[in-house]
């Protein structure tokens, strides 16, 4: 049967229909035809392992394949899928490539990836601009860049999981995707569908590129998918009780048989009258946690406070075990297939699906995610002391939730460093966010009337850079009203 923690890197069924249109999309942006598709579809309905697929068969050598995916927890920084992008680019590229495809624009594009400088000497310091005409800057530089690579070999760019991405990475998408019509570039975004369905950016960008959806797995799939996974035929109540439960969702499929396979069950011919399955996919996470020992499962919970993607080093501190003894336990998870290595990262990890980090997270009581969150302000502050550049959003999310245990102070100090930050970047609405949070966690702390208008006074200028005039006015008016209060003219 083989192990199925691996499944997705060598069980591949169906989407033929999808990975057709697919690569229809990919011959007209060869052909200079470029643009964007959006894969869509529920949680573990397969969409980066379609895009996966699609590059393991289409995309021959000479191509140039970028990833970027999006960050599930919060306080990552603006425009994180495109810094993964230039950052990978970046770092396959020589000094002189480097240079010359950077253009005009380097200066700019440093704002997103401030390593370039210490590549491309006698950059100019970046100048003091309106944020709209920063952000415009930002998104120009970006898509002259890639049309000067793209002059090497066609570009695949896939931006993995839109529904976590920032609103400016958003704003970014909607300016390359047009851009990009007449450039041999591809953009390929996944994305839930639900997230489809709210109001938002995510939403607005959608109609500008091709909308593929991904459903469940039909019957002959599902047959094939359970075919691969015992030693013979599996017989039609099995693969009729399994189609009916999953609905064809391979991840959930994938986790159910990983169950059969430990209860004995798989090549049982009554399992669709007898076997009790569950009907939720987090119960099937559930049962998969369940051999894991008590230490194993609180470590994760650790891993999953961090967030789907967890850096090593940060989780030791955090755990205050040996390294070895921690990488010991590491194994397990990985060998359980609850835990991978990241992409393209030495030293950081991720969990094995979203829904997995989810179901975790979502198993902690609210005293201990509380705590565990405090924990971790904590390490990644000491671990960033000296850092040039440390990770404040980060910082601001794990302090904020840690605020009613006294740590409302510097939930609103990072909070404020992190809205500065983004500000620098032209992030308008990721600085509005964190001033947000800022003002929010105030009421964690003793009352401070200066520092309470020194939040409403950049949350407006915030609001005003991110285009919501009426926000910014509304706050600006209370923080003049604040100001008449304390009698500060």
């Known amino acids: 049967m083989g192990d199925l923690a691996n499944v997705a890197d060598r069980h591949f069924v169906g989407r033929e229909a999808e990975l057709e249109a697919l690569t229809a999309r990919l011959a007209d942006a060869r052909a200079g035809r470029g643009g964007f598709v959006l894969l869509v579809g529920e949680a573990g309905i397969g969409k980066t392992r379609t895009a996966e697929e699609l590059i393991a068969r289409e995309v021959a050598s000479g191509h140039r394949v970028l990833w970027g995916r999006c960050a599930e927890q919060e306080g990552a920084p603006a425009y994180w899928p495109w810094v993964q992008v230039l950052r990978t680019w970046a770092e396959h590229v020589d000094d002189a490539t480097l240079r010359a495809d950077l253009g005009p624009g380097a200066a700019d594009l440093s704002r997103l990836l401030p390593s370039l400088r210490e590549r491309v000497t006698g950059l100019a310091t970046s100048e ?24 090497h070999a066609p570009v695949v760019l896939i931006l ?57 797995l039909d019957r002959s799939a ?13 017989s039609p109540a099995v693969v009729d009780h399994l189609l009916r439960t999953t609905e064809g969702n391979p991840f959930f499929l994938d986790e159910l048989l990983r169950v059969l396979r430990d209860e004995g069950a798989l090549e049982r011919a009554d399992l669709g009258a ?88 979502a198993d902690l009581g609210p005293a201990e995610r509380t705590l565990l969150h405090r924990r971790v302000a904590l390490a990644l502050e000491g671990q960033h002391a000296a850092a040039p550049h440390p990770p404040y959003g980060e910082l601001a999310h794990h302090f904020f939730q840690a605020a ?30 964190h001033y947000e949070r ?52």
């Open 160 to 216: 993995d999981d839109l529904h976590w991405a920032d609103e400016d990475s958003l704003v970014l998408l909607r300016f390359v995707a047009v851009e990009m019509r007449t450039a041999p570039v591809l953009v390929i975004g996944t994305c839930r569908e639900e997230a489809m369905r709210r109001d938002g950016p995510l939403r607005d960008t959608a109609p500008i590129g091709d909308r593929i959806p991904l459903r469940g």
């Open 128 to 151: 003091v601009l309106e944020p709209a005409q920063a952000r415009f800057r930002v998104l120009d530089a970006v898509g002259s860049w890639l049309h000067r690579i793209a002059e």
């Open 222 to 234: 599902v047959e094939a998918f359970v075919r691969g996974m015992m030693p013979g035929a599996p």
């Open 438 to 489: 800022a003002l929010a966690a105030l009421s964690f702390i003793s009352p401070d009337g200066v520092l309470e208008e020194q939040v409403l006074l950049a949350l407006g200028d915030a609001q005003w850079g991110a285009g919501d005039f009426g926000g910014a006015r509304r706050t600006f008016d209370r923080a003049a009203r604040a100001a008449r209060a304390r009698g500060d003219g």
């Open 274 to 361: 007898g076997l009790e399955i569950p009907d939720q996919v987090r119960d099937a996470v559930r049962r998969h946690l369940r051999p894991l020992s008590a230490e194993d499962r609180q470590l994760l919970g650790i891993a999953a406070v961090l967030g789907r993607e967890f850096d090593f080093t940060s989780w030791q501190r955090i755990c205050d075990l040996p390294p070895e003894r921690l990488l010991d336990r590491l194994g397990v998870a990985t060998q359980a297939g609850i835990v991978t290595d990241a992409p393209d990262t030495l030293g950081r990890f991720r969990f094995r699906h979203a829904l997995i980090r989810e179901t975790i997270y």
């Open 404 to 433: 009613p245990l006294g740590e409302g102070a510097k939930a609103v100090e990072y909070a404020l460093k992190a809205g500065e930050r983004a500000a620098v970047l032209a992030a308008s609405t990721e600085a509005v966010q």
